[in-house]
């Protein structure tokens, strides 16, 4: 369920992190916002993308480690998650 949450989480973030560059873009665009606040934006947009997808990861690896000491790990497990990876 943790990882779960973490996933959602990260989700949002980068939304967020999306929604803040695009202000930052627009507010360099009419001379608000310096270019130091754009590579800030950028830097902050990409370790959320870096971050979401560390988790959605682990969150694969887990349940796959989680099955196999169940041993409960199928074929069709490992094709849903090869489906989701594409």
Sequence with gaps: MAS???VEALKAAVISGES???A???????GTRTM??????TR???RA????????YDYLVNG???????NSLNREDLEAINRYLH
Excluded: P
């Excluded at 930052?24 to 009419?30: K, L, N, R």
């Excluded at 796959?64 to 169940?70: D, F, G, S, V, Y």
């Design 4 to 6: 779960i949450s973490r």
């Design 64 to 70: 796959i480690r989680l099955k196999n000491a169940t």
């Design 49 to 56: 993308k870096s971050n979401y997808s560390k988790a959605r």
């Design 44 to 46: 902050n947009l990409t």
């Design 24 to 30: 930052t873009d627009a507010g360099f665009e009419v």
């Design 36 to 41: 130091v606040d754009v590579l800030t934006a």
């Design 20 to 22: 803040a560059m695009e």
